[in-house]
């Protein structure tokens, strides 16, 4: 059973920066595209940004210029780059991983920009 384990957030200031990592259980050359989503409080899941097996990287509006996905094949991870994080960037970042049209999902990481 693939396992993904994120880590990486936190409590950080308006402007601020973080960077979220998804460390997979097996090789990511295995998944055909890797993603980060977020939950906000109260609100339904929504994707944040995308990066495929050719390394093909997509964002939301509400983010684009200011998040970055990448990966790395060596440590087997995924990274969310966020800076002049925002506010109404709070939410829970789940980690995904698609393979053989199955979807496996990390636990999740808190990250909570203040004001």
């Known amino acids: 059973q693939v396992q993904l384990v994120e880590s990486g957030g936190g409590l950080v200031q308006s402007g601020g920066s973080l960077r979220l990592s998804c460390a997979a259980s097996?090789?990511?050359?295995?998944?055909?595209?890797m993603a980060w989503y977020r939950q906000p409080p109260g609100k339904q899941r929504e994707l944040v940004a995308t990066?495929?097996?050719?390394?093909?990287?997509n964002y939301a509006d509400s983010v684009k210029g200011r998040f970055t996905i990448s990966k790395d094949y060596v440590q087997n991870t995924i990274y969310l780059q966020m800076n002049s994080l925002k506010p109404e960037d709070t939410a829970v970042y789940y980690c995904?991983?698609?393979?053989?049209?199955?979807?496996?999902w990390g636990q999740g990481t808190q990250v909570t920009v203040s004001s």
């Open positions: 995904q991983g698609r393979r053989s049209n199955f979807d496996y």
């Open positions: 097996e090789s990511i050359f295995s998944f055909n595209v």
């Open positions: 990066i495929t097996s050719r390394t093909i990287t």
